[in-house]
Nanobody, 119 residues
């Protein structure tokens, strides 16, 4: 059983930065990859970025060049560094184990962490 807990959200002005953390506990060796998703009000949940244990990554076109996903295997933590934030990045952000860097969530969803980009 693997549990993933998100943290690091908050309120930031347009153009600002935030770093989200996804801390894993349990049988983390069984996770092929970890993905960050987001869901804005009235919208479907979408994959933002994902990373394999070996460091292979994938990004949504809307965040390429602004967001960076990384992982610290020793700490069982995956990070999402978000720069040049825009109001349209406002959403609840979730992390989940995924089958590939293109998605396919494997676990249940947590509470997520709210990111609000506003002046």
């Amino acid at each position: 059983q693997v549990q993933l807990v998100e943290s690091g959200g908050g309120l930031v002005q347009p153009g600002g930065s935030l770093r989200l953390s996804c801390a894993a506990s349990g049988s983390t060796f069984s996770i092929p990859a970890v993905g960050w998703y987001r869901q804005a009000p009235g919208e479907q949940r979408e994959l933002v970025a994902a990373i394999t244990r070996g460091g292979h990554t994938n990004y949504a076109d809307s965040v390429k060049g602004r967001f960076t996903i990384s992982r610290d295997n020793a700490k069982n933590t995956v990070y999402l560094q978000m720069n040049s934030l825009k109001p349209e990045d406002t959403a609840v952000y979730f992390c989940n184990a995924v089958a590939t860097v293109y998605g396919m969530p494997l676990g249940s969803w947590g509470q997520g962490t709210q990111v609000t980009v506003s002046s």
